[in-house]
């Protein structure tokens, strides 16, 4: 049988609209701004007798060995940042409301949604999240605030929507207009084209 190449992944990039839905699980040409297929690397078969133990072809991990549910608890805190190949499934409809102030902050008198003078800033990454860097720095990835939902960080990944929707809640929508659903890559932007500096930092995007 002649081998069937996977479309991988359909990215969602600088869409005008800050919700995107499908009830097919299958993206239109129409509502992206860019398309990016990436193929799955076939997977060469393997003899039942030529298990090594130094072998690890066995255990790679690939978007058919790997697969991960994606909730909303998966997405309190920032980005969620894919960085192995899997098949990524959305379990839910997804909401993007990265570190909002919590019920009993917003009944405090001081509270502001526009207070700077703080290490936490309400839906920024705090000062103690190292993997979202930048905001207080002034030079890293993250110093424009989460500029993705979900970042693609790997080859051979598969996101299936399975029927569900991601969107920014509304409140998330107006404290972050800079913001794609699906980032292709590290970064918001190619290295040289941001208001940030980017030179320390590696670039990491799929093949």
């Known amino acids: 049988m002649s081998s069937i190449l996977n479309i991988c ?6 869409l005008s609209s800050a919700k995107y839905s499908h009830s097919n699980h299958k993206i239109s040409v129409a509502d992206l701004s860019k398309i990016h297929n990436l193929v799955e690397t076939p997977i060469s078969a393997q003899d039942d007798d030529s298990t ?4 690890d072809s066995t255990t790679s991990i690939t978007s058919a060995t790997n697969t991960v549910y994606i909730s ?7 980005t969620y940042r894919i960085t192995e190949p899997g098949t990524y499934i959305l379990a839910e ?12 902050d ?4 001081s509270f502001s949604p526009n207070n700077y003078n703080t290490d936490n800033m309400g ?4 000062k103690n999240q190292e993997e979202y860097n930048g905001l207080y720095t002034y030079d890293g990835l993250y110093s424009q605030g989460f500029f993705a939902g979900i970042s693609v960080e790997s080859d051979d990944v ?14 998330y929508y ?3 207009r800079y913001f794609s659903l699906i980032e292709v890559g590290n970064r918001p932007s190619i290295m040289g084209q941001d208001l940030s500096v980017y030179d320390d930092i590696d670039e990491v995007a799929p093949t």
Do not use: C, K
């Not at 409809?93 to 009993?104: C, K, V, W």
């Open 9 to 14: 992944f359909w990215t969602l990039l600088g």
């Open 52 to 55: 090594n133990d130094n072998d």
């Open 72 to 78: 909303n608890t998966d997405i309190q805190s920032g």
């Open 93 to 104: 409809d997804l909401r993007f409301n990265f570190n909002a102030p919590s019920a009993e």
């Open 106 to 109: 917003r009944t405090d008198e």
């Open 123 to 126: 839906w920024f990454p705090s």
């Open 158 to 171: 598969i996101i299936d929507l399975n029927g569900h929707s991601m969107e920014m809640s509304y409140e």
């Open 174 to 176: 107006l404290q972050q």
